[in-house]
C-alpha cells in the first residue's frame, strides 16, 4: 500500500513565502519520480515541478523561478518551497510519485496521489 500525505498548505499575503511538504510512505522501494501539481477551481490540473532520484528537477512554464522541489534526507519527503507569492496561486496542491525511471509533468504520468492540501494567497 502506497500513501502521500501532504501538509503546509493555509493562506499567506502575497508577496510572501510557504513550504509544502509530502510524506510517502508503504513504497517498497524509493520513488524514481516525485511531483507538485495543483488545481484551481474550475481549471484543470496543473504541473508545478518534477524531481528525479538523482535530485534533477524540471519545471512549469508558470513557475518562472518562483518555486523549488527539493527531496528530504529520508528521499521520501518531498518539498515545495514557494516564494513571492501571487493570488494566482491559490489551489489545491497535490504530491504524486511513480516508479518510472523519466519524470515528466505529465498527470497521467504518475500513478500515486495524495489528496491534496489546499493554499490559498490574499
Known amino acids: 500500500h502506497v500513501q502521500l500525505v501532504e501538509s503546509g498548505g493555509g493562506s499567506v499575503q502575497a508577496g510572501g513565502s510557504l513550504r509544502l511538504a509530502c510524506a510517502a510512505s508503504?513504497?517498497?522501494?524509493?520513488?524514481?519520480?516525485m511531483a507538485w501539481f495543483r488545481q484551481a477551481p474550475g481549471k484543470e490540473r496543473e504541473g508545478v515541478a518534477t524531481i528525479d532520484s538523482n535530485g534533477s528537477t524540471s519545471y512549469g512554464d508558470s513557475i518562472q523561478g518562483r518555486f523549488t522541489i527539493s527531496k528530504g534526507s529520508s528521499m521520501n519527503t518531498l518539498y515545495l518551497q514557494m516564494n513571492s507569492l501571487k493570488p494566482e496561486d491559490t489551489a489545491l496542491y497535490y504530491c504524486?510519485?511513480?516508479?518510472?525511471?523519466?519524470?515528466?509533468?505529465?498527470?497521467?504520468?504518475?500513478?500515486?496521489w495524495g489528496q491534496g492540501t489546499q493554499f490559498t494567497v490574499s
Open positions: 508503504g513504497y517498497p522501494q524509493i520513488a524514481h519520480c
Open positions: 504524486a510519485a511513480d516508479y518510472k525511471g523519466r519524470c515528466l509533468l505529465q498527470v497521467d504520468w504518475y500513478n500515486y
